[in-house]
């Protein structure tokens, strides 16, 4: 199973962006699909999680001004974040738990400028 995620970049404060991030391979099931960042110095945190049913979870960070959504047939999930701060600079990682085993994609890079 391979994730793949896409849609860092660039952003000022208050401006918004979308990550996707799509799995390939062969699986029978996505259990949890979520988001995690990393800042540099910083220990890796998670951000939003999703699961089949639709529950999701969201850091404090980051309520209110990100969503997460997820497909299961499609086996996708995006993120989108609005209200960007610089403080949201950070490498973004998706992972999802696929036939009981967890996967982690490489990342996408989000830059937020004062």
């Known amino acids: 199973v391979r994730l793949v995620e896409s849609g860092g970049g660039l952003a000022q404060l208050g401006g918004s962006l979308r990550l996707s991030c799509a799995a390939s391979?062969?699986?029978?099931?996505?259990?949890?699909m979520g988001w995690y960042r990393e800042a540099p110095g910083k220990q890796r945190e998670e951000i939003a999680v999703?699961?089949?049913?639709?529950?999701?979870k969201y850091a404090d960070s980051v309520k209110g001004r990100f969503t997460i959504s997820g497909d299961v047939a499609k086996n996708t999930v995006h993120l989108q974040m609005n209200s960007l701060k610089p403080e949201d600079t950070a490498r973004y990682f998706c992972?999802?738990?696929?036939?009981?085993?967890?996967?982690w994609g490489r990342g996408t890079e989000v830059t937020v400028s004062a």
């Open positions: 992972s999802m738990v696929v036939d009981g085993v967890g996967y």
């Open positions: 391979g062969s699986f029978l099931s996505t259990l949890v």
């Open positions: 999703t699961t089949p049913d639709g529950n999701t």
